[in-house]
């Protein structure tokens, strides 16, 4: 069945360019209102202009379709609200939220200011958080909405001189973890998309134009709108790039339980080989199940009895 966005208004930051700019035409074209949000900066995030934004929209109402410039500062939240407000008065709903905003200040760790570590984490980070807050509530009461978060391979595996965005990466994949479980009775599904695209954030690490052309922003975008669509997955962290596409799963070995005369750490290191063991690995659901697990296990080496649940 083909995805369809008809009627339903979707909100995709930092869509003056790149992938962006990519999301916001690829929801057009099937049908959805667009709000075409970007700040409008460097890839800093330095400096400001509407120009990216509204030429996107010109683009889309030029091939039949519907769409808004906005240029709030997703940092910002005061800001983010009245892009929010601005989307309602003009369509009544936001279905869609794509947090996909960035900036990049590459050091490593130990030339990073801290003041620039902050503004990564700010944009990538708390933007994600303020977008989602100012449309949770509109989502809640509609019972439906798909929200993704843009996570990434630097924050899932790290790469040299990205702590503060490794950071913030990482980060957004917890907020979703938790959002996941607060939004399901209310019918909002929670993603998030791990691109690997040829945009101007990866010009200088690939300099390459013959693999920059392979990773087609169209390509991740495919990805992004399975994410966004009524029968979309709940907690799926897909990953896309070049024409691939893999999913990533947070999984926990089974583990060793230890007694008490041996919960030291000269044990704990002795039995690190069947610590690591990934017989048995489990992808959790909800936090508790972690340490319902260890308990578990620990009653049942002094002969407890499991109490019924």
Wanted: some cysteine; aromatic content about 6%; hydrophobic content about 40%.
């Amino acid at each position: 069945m083909t995805i369809r966005f008809d009627d339903q208004v979707v909100i995709v930051t930092g869509a003056g360019n790149g992938l962006g700019r990519s999301h916001a035409l690829g929801f057009a074209e099937r049908g959805a209102k667009v709000v075409v949000n970007d700040l409008g900066g460097a890839r800093d995030g330095t400096g400001a202009s509407s120009a990216a934004a509204e030429e996107v929209v010109e683009l889309i109402r030029s091939n039949g379709g519907e769409a808004i410039a906005n240029g709030a500062n997703v940092a910002d939240f005061d800001e983010v609200q009245a892009m929010v407000a601005e989307a309602m008065q003009a369509w009544g709903r936001v279905d869609v939220l794509v947090n996909n905003a960035g900036v990049l200040r590459d050091k490593s760790f130990a030339k990073v200011s801290i003041e620039n570590f902050k503004f990564v984490v700010d944009v990538h980070l708390m933007g994600s958080v303020y977008c989602t807050k100012a449309v949770w509530d509109i989502m809640r009461q509609q019972n439906y909405g798909r929200i993704v978060m843009t996570t990434s391979s630097s924050g899932m595996y790290g790469n040299f001189g990205q702590t503060n965005y490794g950071a913030a990466k990482m980060a957004v994949l917890g907020f979703m973890n938790t959002l996941v479980l607060e939004g399901h009775k209310y019918g909002i599904h929670v993603n998030a998309l791990a691109p690997a695209a040829g945009t101007r954030m990866l010009e200088d690490l690939i300099p390459d134009q013959r693999v920059m052309e392979l990773m087609s922003v169209e390509s991740v975008t495919a990805g992004l709108l399975t994410l966004c669509d009524k029968d979309a997955p709940n907690r799926q962290i897909l990953c896309a790039g070049a024409g691939g596409y893999a999913a990533t799963h947070i999984t926990e070995t089974d583990g060793v339980y230890l007694p008490p005369e041996q919960q030291t750490p000269e044990d704990v290191r002795a039995h690190m080989q069947a610590i690591n063991d990934p017989t048995g690995a489990r992808m959790f659901t909800v936090g508790g199940e972690q340490s319902d697990k260890f308990v578990e296990k620990a009653m049942q080496h002094f002969g407890i009895e499991t109490p019924k649940s």
